[in-house]
């Protein structure tokens, strides 16, 4: 990794020379990272966890960052990716509070499954509105590591590659995983997957 200079990128812009990235010669400029990154990584934490938390780990995750900056690896992910992971890392210490929240939010009612049609089917990157009713349901009773997978396809729109650089998990662990919370899912709902199949999109 060199020190030279660093162009402002759109929060998804890819990796790439104009992409920020933490500078180990000028750390004062890991500014430019949490200004490209915050508001996207605050809103992840946000549909997962709920506004209150939201703040707290969404700091906490740029400050591990900056405290892990000389371990980030460029040719492993891109920054964007790899601070999703230290996010799902760290609501990984919320799990009760997650879990409490989505089955709070399956008492609410709205938010179960969508009619037919494909106009009808929920999209695949929920909101944190749209985390209600059976849908909250379901997502609350699947195991941590099936929520994660699937919630960073449907919440933060990665890739499978990009979701198994940000966990450190092998490509097939997410598909298995994806593939079983989605079933999941479907089962619970009647077999209605309003998490949709994003492969086409993601694989």
């Known amino acids: 990794m060199t020190g ?6 759109p929060a998804r812009a890819p990796l790439g020379p104009a992409a920020p990235r933490p500078s180990l010669r000028d750390p004062d ?4 990272v949490f200004d490209a990154h915050f508001a996207e990584i ?3 934490a946000a549909k997962r966890l709920g506004p209150d938390a939201a703040s707290d780990v969404a700091s906490q995750t740029f400050l591990e960052a900056f405290r892990r900056r000389d371990r980030y690896d460029p040719a492993r992910a891109a920054v964007r990716t790899w601070l999703y992971g230290i996010a ?10 997650e879990v409490r929240a989505l089955r709070a939010r399956a008492r609410l009612g709205p938010g179960d499954a969508p009619g037919e049609g494909h106009a009808d089917v929920v999209d695949a990157r929920v909101s944190a509105q749209g985390l209600r009713g059976r849908l909250a349901g379901a997502i ?5 590591g099936e929520r994660d997978v699937l919630l960073l396809v449907a919440l933060a ?10 966990l450190g998990v092998p490509y097939g662990t997410v598909g298995s995983r994806l593939s079983r919370a989605r079933k999941k899912v479907r089962e619970a709902l009647g077999g209605t997957n309003p998490m949709r199949d994003v492969e ?4």
């Open 140 to 144: 609350a009773a699947l195991p941590a």
């Open 29 to 32: 400029r890991f500014g430019e």
């Open 157 to 166: 729109d990665l890739s499978h590659e990009e979701v198994a650089a940000a």
């Open 4 to 9: 030279e200079p660093l162009a402002a990128a």
């Open 42 to 44: 605050h809103g992840y």
């Open 88 to 97: 799902t890392n760290l609501i990984a210490k919320h799990r009760r509070s």
């Open 200 to 203: 086409d999109d993601h694989g």
